[in-house]
């Protein structure tokens, strides 16, 4: 294979991503690995990256690896400190220079955001967001990123003003598994069950906690099936979610990054509260993100 | 020791209680197994009690066993089918009888209690309620039972008239030890920063939820402490659950049955809201309520 001008990588906790490019932006090979920031002690990550793309380094100059995501964090390979709100999602001037044993490498962590008050960080999904900016350089408006952690972002000229985030999808996972609630819950999916409970949550928040036994009670007492079940658990707590996140959404250009089933939940979810919301146009935001990242890099060579 | 008169039985999930009692309502023995539902198949109920009180059953005559709990779940060692709301909390002239192979036993499960809407059940609390009823018989007001799944139940005129579940105790759980808040939690109490949380979750219920990503944001930016985190968590917790329970204890006299930590945090969250609360008298109000589920069987022979 040609050898790459650059390489883009998105070292998230549980997965590894990297995509060997060349300057005029193509994808020569993407690759994936489960070595994520979890399974790492901080030596162990020069080695992992060789593994991947070692035979596909030149000898005798030096190829730029773009890193976004949980590598930066303290746990890390090596910290690359928070830049902090108000500001542009970071572009490879303010990434962390790494240093590496292999002299072909020259390795720049993105730095993640953070928010004072209320304290908040995000690290890969600033790179998401600029990735999104890069298609779209004029959106003023409000960012949703579903997910494990839920993100919602507000842009203004080009810049992070501020963001929240919500546990949903880890809260989902914990209740659906950790507790009584996992003997109810089965695969499946109800959508009018889903857009009551989301209703249901918005209008009265305290309900959501509330109802969780119920989830169980009904199936004892009414035979509740398993994929309502999935649900309503869920409609309950996006509903909440959208009830803490209004003064993003309420008024707002939504766009929502993500194309699986749970962004299109959350997009029926708003759009029944009335809210202008849609999917971000389909594309790997992060890759996108990256390229943009180290476009300054390359500009200042 | 002598021979018991009768026996008292509290099988819950994860915990057997057994009390071998005189008809003058002493306990002559008291002892526990960790041989709870969770851990059985119904045939092995009958060999698990007499492993405990075998050689303490007298020959040539027939000791009354009364139980309450989850063997009387679908699930244990014989469903006892629920009795409805509202209905007094019941007694063993209700109860399941269960065929025994010894013949010096005769067994007898407690119902629990259901209510079709919103649908809710207990299997338990019904039998602390009974023996709360028999130390104040002319109560009239909610009682609030902490733990696992805390309930709030209406009494009036000697009845449950309603009640409600909120699996608040395994919520806690479940996101203490499988979110990533797990890494910001510790051992540890602040009072300050639970009454602080409390308050803004009645306030603003849909705060909870959105507070939860605060706690593992703080730790890492403002170097929030473990114990404060656990006492954040649970006042969010509870603060939302008051919120759901305000048609409970607004205005009621609200008793909490519980002597722990967890009891107390409740009754000083109540309080912060100018509710009329206070902690039940001391005492076993289990073995109470079984007592008293005996007597009308005795009545009856």
Request: hydrophobic share 40%.
């Amino acid at each position: 294979m040609s050898a790459p001008d650059w390489i883009a990588v998105d070292w998230g906790t549980s997965q590894l991503r990297v995509w060997l490019m060349s300057d005029a932006g193509a994808v020569l090979t993407s690759l994936t690995s489960p070595k994520g920031m979890g399974k790492l002690t901080p030596p162990e990550y020069e080695p992992t990256l060789l593994d991947l793309v070692g035979t596909a380094l030149p000898e005798g100059r030096v190829t730029p690896v773009v890193i976004c995501g949980m590598a930066g964090a303290r746990q890390g390979w090596q910290e690359a400190p928070y830049a902090k709100t108000p500001c542009e999602p970071p572009s490879a001037l303010t990434a962390t220079k790494v240093a590496t044993k292999d002299p072909r490498l020259s390795v720049h962590i993105l730095p993640g955001v953070s928010q004072d008050k209320p304290a908040d960080v995000m690290r890969g999904e600033e790179t998401q967001i600029k990735g999104f900016l890069a298609s779209e350089p004029k959106f003023d408006g409000v960012i949703c990123l579903p997910g494990t952690h839920c993100k919602w972002v507000h842009i203004s000229a080009n810049e992070i003003v501020s963001f929240r985030t919500f546990m949903t999808g880890e809260v989902f996972a914990a209740l659906s598994e950790h507790t009584v609630i996992k003997h109810s819950m089965g695969e499946g999916w109800n959508a009018e069950i889903f857009e009551e409970a989301v209703s249901r949550a918005i209008s009265t928040p305290a309900t959501a906690l509330g109802d969780l036994f119920s989830l169980r009670a009904e199936t004892l007492l009414h035979g509740l099936d398993p994929a309502s079940v999935r649900a309503r658990l869920s409609g309950l707590l996006i509903g909440a979610e959208l009830a803490a996140s209004k003064p993003y959404w309420l008024g707002q250009d939504v766009v929502i990054l993500g194309e699986n089933k749970l962004a299109e939940a959350y997009l029926s979810a708003l759009q029944s509260q009335g809210a202008m919301a849609r999917l971000a146009p389909s594309g790997p935001t992060t890759l996108a993100g990256l390229a943009s990242a180290y476009l300054s890099l390359k500009d200042t060579k």
